[in-house]
Each structure stands twice: as C-alpha cells, then as structure tokens.
C-alpha cells in the first residue's frame, strides 16, 4: 500500500508557526480528498482538517479553525498545513491521509496513510 510522507514537523514556541508537508512518491493522489490528522500522547487520533480533491472546499476542527490552513498542490501531489499560533495543546503526532472516498467534512473513509510527523509546543 502505498505511504504518504510527512515533513516539516519539529519543536516550536507557543505563537509560532511551523507548515507541514505531505508527499505521496509514486502515485497521484489528485483526485482524492485529502487530510490531517493528529494524536496527542495518551489520547485517540482526532480529525484536524481535510479538502476535496480541487481545492475549492476545506474543513475544520473548532480547535484549530481560525489558526491552521490547508492547501494541495495536485501538479506537485503535495499536501499542506500551516499552522499559525501555536499552542501547548496542538503538540502532537500529525498525519497524513488520503481517500478516494472519505468525507471532506469530517476526515471519515481515508484509507492512505503517512507514519505521522511530531510537534511540539512547550507550555
């Protein structure tokens, strides 16, 4: 199956800014919704934030509306996240994901996954 990668994590005080990206070599994944996903230590994965296959619809979680964007470059088969205003509480483990027929909406479905890149905001 094939993996997507994750990049761009790392350590970074509370207010900053870090954008994360996601490759998938070997495939396109153009005509797939697309999302992030996070899990914080000692707690289940949640939903972060997903986008139709254009582009041109996005969705979010309460917690980081507002503050995170997602976008895709299809002719360059990248995911991204940029993440503004960090805070203590978004430190965790990011995924990628990916699914032909996931919901846009609410990240449901995605069956391509990446191995999760860390950050970590100190309090």
């Known amino acids: 199956q094939v993996q997507l990668v994750e990049s761009g994590g790392g350590l970074v005080q509370a207010g900053g800014s870090l954008r994360l990206s996601c490759a998938a070599p070997?495939?396109?994944?153009?005509?797939?919704?697309m999302g992030w996903f996070r899990q914080a230590p000692g707690k289940e994965r949640e939903f972060v934030a997903a986008i139709n296959w254009s582009g041109r619809s996005t969705h979010y979680a309460d917690s980081v509306k507002g503050r995170f964007t997602i976008s895709r470059d299809n002719a360059k088969n990248a995911l991204y996240l940029q993440m503004n205003s960090l805070k203590p509480e978004d430190t965790a483990r990011y995924y990628c994901?990916?699914?032909?027929?996931?919901?846009?909406?609410?990240?449901?479905?995605?069956?391509?996954w990446g191995k999760g890149t860390l950050v970590t905001v100190p309090s």
């Open positions: 070997g495939r396109t994944l153009s005509t797939n919704v």
């Open positions: 994901a990916s699914g032909r027929t996931a919901s846009v909406t609410t990240g449901d479905g995605m069956d391509i």
